[in-house]
Protein backbone atom coordinates (compact mmCIF):
# COMPACT_ATOMS: atom_id res chain seq x y z
CA UNK A 1 0.00 0.00 0.00
CA UNK A 2 1.36 3.56 -1.01
CA UNK A 3 0.90 6.16 1.59
CA UNK A 4 1.54 9.75 0.75
CA UNK A 5 2.72 12.90 3.08
CA UNK A 6 3.99 16.25 3.04
CA UNK A 7 6.46 19.44 4.22
CA UNK A 8 9.33 20.43 2.64
CA UNK A 9 12.80 19.07 3.24
CA UNK A 10 15.71 21.53 2.82
CA UNK A 11 17.88 18.94 4.03
CA UNK A 12 16.53 17.29 0.57
CA UNK A 13 16.31 20.77 -1.15
CA UNK A 14 20.09 21.12 -0.42
CA UNK A 15 20.87 17.93 -1.36
CA UNK A 16 19.01 18.02 -4.65
CA UNK A 17 21.14 20.91 -5.36
CA UNK A 18 24.52 19.07 -4.78
CA UNK A 19 23.91 16.56 -6.74
CA UNK A 20 22.53 18.74 -9.69
CA UNK A 21 25.39 17.75 -12.26
CA UNK A 22 24.32 15.19 -14.64
CA UNK A 23 25.07 13.37 -17.41
CA UNK A 24 22.56 10.85 -19.46
CA UNK A 25 21.97 7.24 -18.56
CA UNK A 26 21.91 7.00 -22.28
CA UNK A 27 23.64 4.23 -24.77
CA UNK A 28 25.31 6.63 -26.28
CA UNK A 29 26.41 8.70 -23.26
CA UNK A 30 29.58 7.44 -20.89
CA UNK A 31 28.20 5.74 -17.83
CA UNK A 32 29.18 4.09 -14.41
CA UNK A 33 26.82 1.79 -13.43
CA UNK A 34 26.07 0.74 -9.96
CA UNK A 35 23.63 -1.77 -11.13
CA UNK A 36 24.13 -5.18 -9.41
CA UNK A 37 25.17 -6.34 -12.95
CA UNK A 38 28.82 -4.35 -12.57
CA UNK A 39 29.23 -7.21 -9.97
CA UNK A 40 29.65 -9.88 -12.99
CA UNK A 41 33.31 -9.89 -13.75
CA UNK A 42 34.24 -9.86 -17.16
CA UNK A 43 37.92 -10.27 -18.51
CA UNK A 44 40.29 -7.59 -18.01
CA UNK A 45 39.59 -4.86 -20.28
CA UNK A 46 42.11 -2.18 -21.86
CA UNK A 47 42.18 1.23 -20.54
CA UNK A 48 39.49 3.28 -22.80
CA UNK A 49 40.14 6.44 -24.25
CA UNK A 50 38.28 9.80 -23.03
CA UNK A 51 35.29 10.58 -25.43
CA UNK A 52 35.07 13.38 -27.25
CA UNK A 53 33.20 16.43 -25.32
CA UNK A 54 31.21 16.77 -28.44
CA UNK A 55 29.79 13.34 -27.37
CA UNK A 56 28.87 13.83 -23.86
CA UNK A 57 25.31 14.80 -22.76
CA UNK A 58 24.71 18.42 -21.42
CA UNK A 59 26.16 18.63 -18.15
CA UNK A 60 28.93 16.43 -18.73
CA UNK A 61 29.95 18.43 -21.57
CA UNK A 62 29.84 21.49 -19.31
CA UNK A 63 32.04 19.19 -16.45
CA UNK A 64 34.70 18.60 -19.67
CA UNK A 65 34.99 22.56 -20.29
CA UNK A 66 35.64 23.36 -16.46
CA UNK A 67 39.51 22.90 -15.83
CA UNK A 68 41.76 21.63 -12.99
CA UNK A 69 44.94 22.20 -11.58
CA UNK A 70 46.27 19.19 -13.26
CA UNK A 71 45.99 20.20 -16.66
CA UNK A 72 42.51 17.99 -17.49
CA UNK A 73 39.08 19.30 -16.26
CA UNK A 74 36.44 17.83 -14.01
CA UNK A 75 34.98 15.78 -16.05
CA UNK A 76 37.98 13.21 -17.00
CA UNK A 77 38.90 13.98 -13.32
CA UNK A 78 35.35 12.17 -12.05
CA UNK A 79 35.94 9.60 -14.99
CA UNK A 80 39.53 8.51 -13.39
CA UNK A 81 38.17 8.66 -10.16
CA UNK A 82 35.10 6.34 -11.04
CA UNK A 83 32.50 8.84 -10.54
CA UNK A 84 29.34 9.20 -12.79
CA UNK A 85 27.00 11.93 -12.69
CA UNK A 86 23.69 11.19 -14.78
CA UNK A 87 20.34 13.16 -14.73
CA UNK A 88 16.95 13.13 -17.01
CA UNK A 89 13.45 14.73 -17.38
CA UNK A 90 9.99 12.57 -17.88
CA UNK A 91 7.18 14.31 -18.66
CA UNK A 92 3.65 12.33 -19.57
CA UNK A 93 0.23 12.59 -20.70
CA UNK A 94 -2.16 10.18 -19.67
CA UNK A 95 -5.85 9.86 -21.77
CA UNK A 96 -8.43 7.56 -19.97
CA UNK A 97 -11.50 7.36 -22.38
CA UNK A 98 -13.88 6.76 -19.24
CA UNK A 99 -12.10 9.01 -17.15
CA UNK A 100 -14.23 10.69 -14.65
CA UNK A 101 -13.17 14.12 -12.66
CA UNK A 102 -11.69 13.86 -9.43
CA UNK A 103 -10.99 10.41 -9.70
CA UNK A 104 -7.73 8.36 -10.21
CA UNK A 105 -7.05 6.54 -12.50
CA UNK A 106 -7.74 2.68 -11.57
CA UNK A 107 -4.83 0.06 -10.93
CA UNK A 108 -2.07 2.61 -11.94
CA UNK A 109 0.63 3.96 -9.85
CA UNK A 110 2.63 6.63 -11.27
CA UNK A 111 0.36 7.80 -14.81
CA UNK A 112 -2.45 8.56 -11.77
CA UNK A 113 -3.22 11.57 -12.67
CA UNK A 114 -6.17 13.38 -11.23
CA UNK A 115 -7.64 14.33 -14.17
CA UNK A 116 -6.39 13.69 -17.46
CA UNK A 117 -3.52 16.60 -18.17
CA UNK A 118 0.29 17.02 -18.42
CA UNK A 119 2.01 16.11 -15.43
CA UNK A 120 5.74 16.01 -14.40
CA UNK A 121 6.73 12.71 -13.32
CA UNK A 122 10.46 13.29 -12.39
CA UNK A 123 13.40 15.57 -12.31
CA UNK A 124 16.21 12.85 -11.32
CA UNK A 125 19.87 13.60 -10.81
CA UNK A 126 22.61 11.10 -9.08
CA UNK A 127 26.26 10.91 -8.30
CA UNK A 128 27.27 7.72 -8.09
CA UNK A 129 30.80 5.35 -8.10
CA UNK A 130 30.88 2.00 -9.10
CA UNK A 131 32.77 -1.01 -8.32
CA UNK A 132 33.79 -2.91 -11.05
CA UNK A 133 35.34 -6.49 -9.91
CA UNK A 134 37.26 -6.72 -13.92
CA UNK A 135 39.27 -3.52 -12.82
CA UNK A 136 42.78 -4.36 -12.76
CA UNK A 137 43.38 -1.34 -10.11
CA UNK A 138 40.50 -2.51 -7.77
CA UNK A 139 42.31 -6.22 -8.08
CA UNK A 140 45.72 -5.30 -7.35
CA UNK A 141 44.30 -3.04 -4.20
CA UNK A 142 42.71 -5.68 -3.19
CA UNK A 143 39.54 -3.10 -2.08
CA UNK A 144 37.73 -0.45 -3.01
CA UNK A 145 34.40 1.47 -1.61
CA UNK A 146 31.42 3.10 -3.63
CA UNK A 147 27.96 4.42 -3.16
CA UNK A 148 25.10 6.55 -5.08
CA UNK A 149 23.08 9.33 -3.80
CA UNK A 150 19.75 9.87 -6.10
CA UNK A 151 17.34 12.46 -5.74
CA UNK A 152 13.56 13.09 -7.40
CA UNK A 153 11.34 15.87 -7.82
CA UNK A 154 7.94 15.60 -9.47
CA UNK A 155 4.77 13.82 -8.93
CA UNK A 156 6.41 10.64 -9.15
CA UNK A 157 7.71 11.91 -5.48
CA UNK A 158 4.85 12.04 -3.70
CA UNK A 159 4.11 8.15 -4.67
CA UNK A 160 6.91 6.50 -3.44
CA UNK A 161 8.21 8.03 -0.46
CA UNK A 162 9.62 5.13 1.91
CA UNK A 163 8.29 5.70 5.64
CA UNK A 164 10.34 8.18 7.25
CA UNK A 165 11.21 9.44 4.73
CA UNK A 166 8.32 11.86 3.64
CA UNK A 167 8.71 15.04 4.47
CA UNK A 168 5.27 16.70 3.87
CA UNK A 169 2.43 17.18 5.52
CA UNK A 170 -1.40 18.47 4.69
CA UNK A 171 -4.16 17.10 3.10
CA UNK A 172 -4.43 14.69 0.09
CA UNK A 173 -4.85 16.34 -3.05
CA UNK A 174 -6.57 14.09 -4.81
CA UNK A 175 -9.51 14.17 -2.42
CA UNK A 176 -9.52 17.47 -1.16
CA UNK A 177 -8.18 19.80 -3.90
CA UNK A 178 -4.20 21.28 -4.55
CA UNK A 179 -3.24 22.47 -0.82
CA UNK A 180 -0.50 24.26 -0.79
CA UNK A 181 1.37 22.70 2.12
CA UNK A 182 1.41 19.40 0.21
CA UNK A 183 2.67 20.72 -3.54
CA UNK A 184 1.72 18.11 -6.22
CA UNK A 185 5.94 17.88 -6.98
CA UNK A 186 7.69 16.59 -4.51
CA UNK A 187 11.10 15.81 -3.85
CA UNK A 188 12.14 12.30 -2.65
CA UNK A 189 15.69 10.88 -1.65
CA UNK A 190 14.77 7.67 -4.36
CA UNK A 191 18.64 5.94 -3.05
CA UNK A 192 21.25 6.67 -0.43
CA UNK A 193 23.79 3.91 0.07
CA UNK A 194 27.39 3.11 0.47
CA UNK A 195 29.46 0.10 -0.94
CA UNK A 196 32.41 -1.88 0.18
CA UNK A 197 34.04 -4.69 -1.86
CA UNK A 198 36.83 -7.10 -1.97
CA UNK A 199 38.36 -9.12 -4.94
CA UNK A 200 37.94 -12.86 -4.26
CA UNK A 201 38.90 -16.30 -6.48
CA UNK A 202 40.24 -15.28 -10.42
CA UNK A 203 37.86 -12.59 -11.62
CA UNK A 204 34.83 -12.39 -9.08
CA UNK A 205 34.32 -10.44 -5.60
CA UNK A 206 32.32 -9.54 -2.45
CA UNK A 207 30.77 -6.36 -2.36
CA UNK A 208 28.64 -5.17 0.68
CA UNK A 209 25.71 -2.57 0.12
CA UNK A 210 24.36 -0.76 3.38
CA UNK A 211 21.71 2.10 2.76
CA UNK A 212 18.41 2.80 1.32
CA UNK A 213 18.35 1.42 -2.39
CA UNK A 214 15.91 -0.12 -5.28
CA UNK A 215 14.53 -3.37 -4.83
CA UNK A 216 16.16 -6.12 -6.64
CA UNK A 217 12.58 -7.24 -7.30
CA UNK A 218 10.65 -7.11 -10.80
CA UNK A 219 11.71 -6.71 -14.56
CA UNK A 220 10.88 -2.32 -14.28
CA UNK A 221 12.08 0.32 -12.37
CA UNK A 222 11.25 3.91 -10.86
CA UNK A 223 13.68 5.15 -13.44
CA UNK A 224 11.63 4.93 -16.73
CA UNK A 225 15.09 4.88 -18.68
CA UNK A 226 15.06 1.28 -17.83
CA UNK A 227 11.35 0.53 -18.87
CA UNK A 228 9.88 0.01 -22.18
CA UNK A 229 6.59 1.56 -21.20
CA UNK A 230 5.45 4.49 -19.81
CA UNK A 231 2.49 2.55 -17.21
CA UNK A 232 3.86 0.27 -15.04
CA UNK A 233 2.43 -3.43 -14.88
CA UNK A 234 -0.06 -4.13 -12.00
CA UNK A 235 3.10 -6.03 -10.01
CA UNK A 236 5.37 -3.66 -10.28
CA UNK A 237 2.55 -1.32 -8.76
CA UNK A 238 1.02 -3.82 -6.00
CA UNK A 239 3.59 -6.38 -5.84
CA UNK A 240 7.02 -5.53 -4.70
CA UNK A 241 8.28 -2.64 -2.71
CA UNK A 242 9.76 0.44 -4.39
CA UNK A 243 12.56 0.53 -2.01
CA UNK A 244 14.54 -0.71 0.41
CA UNK A 245 16.78 0.30 3.51
CA UNK A 246 19.38 -2.34 5.23
CA UNK A 247 22.57 -4.02 4.31
CA UNK A 248 23.24 -6.72 1.71
CA UNK A 249 25.82 -8.62 0.62
CA UNK A 250 26.57 -9.42 -2.98
CA UNK A 251 28.92 -12.35 -3.92
CA UNK A 252 30.24 -12.82 -7.47
CA UNK A 253 32.15 -15.89 -7.66
CA UNK A 254 33.00 -15.92 -11.62
CA UNK A 255 31.11 -13.76 -14.42
CA UNK A 256 28.52 -16.42 -14.62
CA UNK A 257 26.49 -16.39 -10.76
CA UNK A 258 25.78 -13.63 -8.85
CA UNK A 259 24.47 -14.18 -5.38
CA UNK A 260 22.86 -11.72 -2.57
CA UNK A 261 21.59 -11.96 0.60
CA UNK A 262 21.05 -9.33 3.30
CA UNK A 263 18.30 -8.03 5.68
CA UNK A 264 16.56 -5.00 5.27
CA UNK A 265 13.72 -3.15 7.84
CA UNK A 266 11.06 -3.87 5.44
CA UNK A 267 8.89 -3.35 1.90
CA UNK A 268 9.47 0.83 1.85
CA UNK A 269 10.84 1.55 5.64
CA UNK A 270 13.49 3.59 5.72
CA UNK A 271 13.44 5.66 9.21
CA UNK A 272 10.33 4.21 10.34
CA UNK A 273 8.30 1.52 10.18
CA UNK A 274 5.13 -0.20 9.51
CA UNK A 275 5.52 -2.41 12.83
CA UNK A 276 7.69 -3.97 15.05
CA UNK A 277 9.59 -6.29 13.38
CA UNK A 278 13.54 -5.62 13.71
CA UNK A 279 13.92 -6.54 10.19
CA UNK A 280 13.23 -8.96 7.17
CA UNK A 281 15.25 -10.89 5.00
CA UNK A 282 16.05 -10.49 1.03
CA UNK A 283 18.21 -12.76 -1.68
CA UNK A 284 18.56 -13.44 -4.72
CA UNK A 285 20.14 -15.28 -7.73
CA UNK A 286 21.40 -14.14 -11.15
CA UNK A 287 22.92 -16.43 -13.65
CA UNK A 288 24.05 -14.79 -16.70
CA UNK A 289 25.89 -17.90 -18.86
CA UNK A 290 28.90 -17.25 -20.84
CA UNK A 291 28.60 -20.37 -22.42
CA UNK A 292 27.90 -20.05 -26.02
CA UNK A 293 25.14 -22.41 -26.15
CA UNK A 294 23.45 -20.74 -23.62
CA UNK A 295 24.16 -16.96 -24.69
CA UNK A 296 21.40 -14.16 -24.70
CA UNK A 297 19.88 -15.65 -21.44
CA UNK A 298 20.03 -14.05 -18.03
CA UNK A 299 17.90 -15.89 -15.14
CA UNK A 300 17.09 -14.28 -12.02
CA UNK A 301 15.39 -15.46 -8.90
CA UNK A 302 14.42 -13.07 -6.14
CA UNK A 303 12.87 -13.98 -2.88
CA UNK A 304 11.70 -12.05 0.21
CA UNK A 305 10.64 -12.89 3.53
CA UNK A 306 9.16 -10.53 6.98
CA UNK A 307 6.40 -8.90 8.65
CA UNK A 308 5.36 -5.94 6.30
CA UNK A 309 1.57 -5.43 7.40
CA UNK A 310 0.82 -3.18 10.09
CA UNK A 311 -1.93 -3.78 12.48
CA UNK A 312 -4.04 -1.67 14.30
CA UNK A 313 -4.57 -3.01 18.13
CA UNK A 314 -8.37 -2.18 18.88
CA UNK A 315 -7.97 -0.96 22.42
CA UNK A 316 -7.25 2.90 22.74
CA UNK A 317 -3.81 2.41 24.26
CA UNK A 318 -3.29 6.01 25.61
CA UNK A 319 -6.68 6.44 27.13
CA UNK A 320 -7.57 9.18 25.41
CA UNK A 321 -10.44 7.84 23.35
CA UNK A 322 -9.19 9.55 20.01
CA UNK A 323 -7.48 6.89 18.58
CA UNK A 324 -4.17 8.16 18.66
CA UNK A 325 -3.06 5.49 20.86
CA UNK A 326 -3.45 3.09 18.36
CA UNK A 327 -0.09 1.52 17.66
CA UNK A 328 1.25 -0.69 14.50
CA UNK A 329 2.53 -3.72 15.49
CA UNK A 330 2.27 -7.20 13.57
CA UNK A 331 5.29 -8.99 14.13
CA UNK A 332 3.33 -12.59 13.30
CA UNK A 333 2.09 -12.64 10.16
CA UNK A 334 4.30 -12.76 7.29
CA UNK A 335 4.47 -11.80 3.85
CA UNK A 336 6.75 -14.14 1.32
CA UNK A 337 7.44 -13.30 -2.28
CA UNK A 338 9.25 -15.31 -5.00
CA UNK A 339 10.15 -13.75 -8.17
CA UNK A 340 11.65 -15.59 -10.99
CA UNK A 341 12.60 -13.38 -14.18
CA UNK A 342 13.79 -14.63 -17.50
CA UNK A 343 15.11 -12.95 -20.48
CA UNK A 344 16.22 -13.96 -24.01
CA UNK A 345 18.01 -12.00 -26.83
CA UNK A 346 18.87 -14.42 -29.39
CA UNK A 347 22.26 -14.15 -30.58
CA UNK A 348 21.40 -14.35 -34.13
CA UNK A 349 18.15 -11.82 -33.49
CA UNK A 350 19.25 -9.18 -31.53
CA UNK A 351 17.12 -6.92 -32.48
CA UNK A 352 14.65 -9.06 -30.16
CA UNK A 353 14.53 -9.18 -26.64
CA UNK A 354 11.61 -11.64 -24.43
CA UNK A 355 10.76 -11.08 -20.92
CA UNK A 356 8.89 -13.02 -18.44
CA UNK A 357 8.58 -12.12 -15.24
CA UNK A 358 6.41 -15.01 -12.00
CA UNK A 359 5.81 -13.44 -9.12
CA UNK A 360 3.99 -15.90 -6.37
CA UNK A 361 2.96 -13.70 -3.32
CA UNK A 362 1.38 -15.26 0.17
CA UNK A 363 0.25 -12.96 3.25
CA UNK A 364 -0.72 -14.17 6.71
CA UNK A 365 -2.53 -10.71 7.79
CA UNK A 366 -3.56 -10.25 3.59
CA UNK A 367 -7.53 -9.44 4.31
CA UNK A 368 -6.96 -7.05 7.22
CA UNK A 369 -8.35 -3.44 6.47
CA UNK A 370 -5.04 -1.43 8.04
CA UNK A 371 -7.55 1.97 8.60
CA UNK A 372 -5.98 3.69 11.56
CA UNK A 373 -8.69 3.99 14.60
CA UNK A 374 -10.80 1.14 12.91
CA UNK A 375 -8.73 -1.72 14.16
CA UNK A 376 -7.80 -5.22 11.87
CA UNK A 377 -11.66 -6.43 10.49
CA UNK A 378 -10.10 -10.30 10.42
CA UNK A 379 -7.31 -12.18 10.25
CA UNK A 380 -6.50 -14.32 7.43
CA UNK A 381 -3.80 -15.44 4.68
CA UNK A 382 -3.94 -13.73 0.83
CA UNK A 383 -2.62 -15.18 -2.20
CA UNK A 384 -1.64 -12.99 -4.61
CA UNK A 385 0.53 -14.28 -8.28
CA UNK A 386 1.22 -12.94 -10.98
CA UNK A 387 2.81 -13.32 -14.88
CA UNK A 388 3.83 -10.71 -17.21
CA UNK A 389 5.34 -11.10 -20.93
CA UNK A 390 7.20 -8.23 -22.66
CA UNK A 391 8.38 -8.73 -25.91
CA UNK A 392 10.72 -5.69 -27.67
CA UNK A 393 11.57 -5.52 -31.64
CA UNK A 394 14.25 -3.09 -32.32
CA UNK A 395 12.97 -2.06 -35.94
CA UNK A 396 16.24 0.74 -36.26
CA UNK A 397 18.02 3.46 -35.12
CA UNK A 398 14.38 5.19 -34.78
CA UNK A 399 12.17 2.97 -33.26
CA UNK A 400 11.44 -0.23 -31.02
CA UNK A 401 8.42 -1.56 -31.00
CA UNK A 402 7.02 -2.98 -27.70
CA UNK A 403 4.46 -5.27 -25.92
CA UNK A 404 3.46 -6.57 -22.53
CA UNK A 405 0.60 -9.01 -21.60
CA UNK A 406 -0.36 -9.01 -17.49
CA UNK A 407 -2.15 -11.35 -15.62
CA UNK A 408 -2.94 -9.94 -12.06
CA UNK A 409 -4.31 -12.49 -9.53
CA UNK A 410 -4.96 -10.30 -6.35
CA UNK A 411 -6.62 -12.76 -3.14
CA UNK A 412 -8.91 -11.11 -0.65
CA UNK A 413 -7.80 -7.66 -2.77
CA UNK A 414 -4.88 -7.90 -0.19
CA UNK A 415 -2.93 -5.51 -2.61
CA UNK A 416 -4.48 -3.49 -4.28
CA UNK A 417 -7.61 -2.76 -2.40
CA UNK A 418 -10.42 -3.30 -5.33
CA UNK A 419 -13.07 -4.34 -3.72
CA UNK A 420 -11.91 -5.39 0.38
CA UNK A 421 -11.51 -9.20 0.94
CA UNK A 422 -12.57 -9.97 -2.25
CA UNK A 423 -10.71 -12.02 -4.96
CA UNK A 424 -9.91 -10.10 -8.30
CA UNK A 425 -8.17 -11.37 -11.25
CA UNK A 426 -6.86 -8.13 -13.42
CA UNK A 427 -5.43 -8.27 -16.87
CA UNK A 428 -3.60 -6.04 -19.15
CA UNK A 429 -2.50 -5.69 -22.86
CA UNK A 430 -0.54 -2.50 -23.68
CA UNK A 431 1.77 -1.98 -26.96
CA UNK A 432 3.81 1.14 -27.76
CA UNK A 433 6.96 2.40 -29.09
CA UNK A 434 10.38 4.09 -27.98
CA UNK A 435 11.04 6.33 -30.41
CA UNK A 436 14.52 8.07 -30.36
CA UNK A 437 13.41 10.55 -33.69
CA UNK A 438 17.09 12.25 -33.85
CA UNK A 439 19.61 9.54 -33.08
CA UNK A 440 22.53 11.07 -35.59
CA UNK A 441 22.05 14.81 -33.82
CA UNK A 442 24.39 16.16 -31.23
CA UNK A 443 21.86 17.04 -28.47
CA UNK A 444 18.96 15.41 -29.84
CA UNK A 445 19.99 11.90 -29.38
CA UNK A 446 19.05 12.34 -25.81
CA UNK A 447 15.33 12.94 -26.34
CA UNK A 448 13.02 9.67 -25.94
CA UNK A 449 8.98 9.43 -26.62
CA UNK A 450 7.29 6.86 -25.60
CA UNK A 451 3.76 6.35 -26.55
CA UNK A 452 1.28 3.57 -26.04
CA UNK A 453 -2.29 2.06 -26.00
CA UNK A 454 -3.36 -0.43 -22.99
CA UNK A 455 -6.61 -1.71 -22.34
CA UNK A 456 -7.02 -3.46 -18.99
CA UNK A 457 -9.45 -5.58 -18.11
CA UNK A 458 -11.04 -7.46 -14.61
CA UNK A 459 -13.30 -10.26 -13.58
CA UNK A 460 -15.34 -7.19 -10.88
CA UNK A 461 -16.41 -3.83 -11.90
CA UNK A 462 -13.76 -1.70 -10.69
CA UNK A 463 -12.68 0.35 -13.00
CA UNK A 464 -15.14 3.88 -13.59
CA UNK A 465 -16.79 5.48 -16.35
CA UNK A 466 -20.17 3.13 -16.31
CA UNK A 467 -23.38 4.32 -16.60
CA UNK A 468 -24.77 6.48 -13.98
CA UNK A 469 -21.66 6.75 -12.41
CA UNK A 470 -21.15 2.79 -12.02
CA UNK A 471 -17.68 0.80 -12.63
CA UNK A 472 -17.27 -1.57 -15.06
CA UNK A 473 -14.76 -4.37 -15.85
CA UNK A 474 -12.84 -3.24 -18.76
CA UNK A 475 -10.23 0.37 -18.74
CA UNK A 476 -9.07 1.93 -21.98
CA UNK A 477 -5.78 4.63 -22.14
CA UNK A 478 -3.72 5.95 -24.49
CA UNK A 479 -0.59 7.72 -22.87
CA UNK A 480 2.65 9.19 -23.87
CA UNK A 481 5.66 10.48 -21.83
CA UNK A 482 8.78 12.39 -23.21
CA UNK A 483 12.24 11.88 -21.76
CA UNK A 484 15.18 13.69 -21.62
CA UNK A 485 18.94 12.97 -20.28
CA UNK A 486 21.01 15.41 -19.47
Not at 19 to 45: E, F, K, N, R, Y
Not at 88 to 109: E, L, P
Not at 379 to 404: D, P
Request: hydrophobic share 35%; with cysteine; glycine share 10%.
Amino acid sequence: MRHRHSKVSLALAALMATAGVAAAASPSAPTVSLDDSTMQSQPASQPQAMPESQSLPALSYGLSKIPTGNGGNLYQDMQNWGINVSGFIDIGYTANFDHQADTNIAGRVFDQENGNHLQLDQIDVSISKAIDFSNANFRKRGWDVGGKVEVLYGMDGDLIHSNGMNFYHGNNYYQSGQNPFKPINQFDVVQAYATFAVPMFDTGGLKIKAGKFVTPFGDETINPLNNPFYSHSYEFGFGIPFTQTGILAIFSPNSDWTFSAGVTRGWNNTLTKTNDTLCDFLGGINWTPQEKRFQGITATLNYSLGAQDPSYYPKDLDGDADGSGLRPGDNTHYRSVTEVILTYTPPKASQWTFTSDSLWGYDGAGDIINAEGAGPVSYGAANYYAEEGVVSYALNSYVTLNGRAEWYHDGHSATMYGIVGRTINYGELTVGATVTPFPNSRWGKYLKLRPELRQDFADHSVFSGGSGGSLKHYQTTAAMDVIYSF
